[in-house]
């Protein structure tokens, strides 16, 4: 069996996610962010596509928010670095 991964959320993900008013949103947010310890398997299950051009760079859908996140396989290590509506991250 694969070992876990850890994940690393960025300050201004943590901060919109503790500032997110919808609740339904916040929980599914919290427990897909949760999945990704899962990496890389649990990618089947998540609507998760590779950014073009940006190496070790997914995009994770939940509804209209998007989830920008790196793998390092060497560190066993995902980096949330952003979270926001489709239309301000790109």
Known sequence: MHASYTIKLHR???KFVKELSDKKVKV???RTLDMLT???IVLRR??????EGM?????LRIGKYR????????ERTIYVTHIGKR???Y
């Open 46 to 51: 998540l609507d998760v596509e590779k950014l």
């Open 55 to 59: 190496n070790r760079a997914y995009r």
């Open 67 to 74: 989830i920008i996140f790196y793998a390092d396989k060497e």
């Open 28 to 30: 599914k947010i919290v």
């Open 87 to 89: 239309g301000k991250l």
């Open 38 to 40: 899962g990496y890389p």
């Open 12 to 14: 201004r993900v943590l």
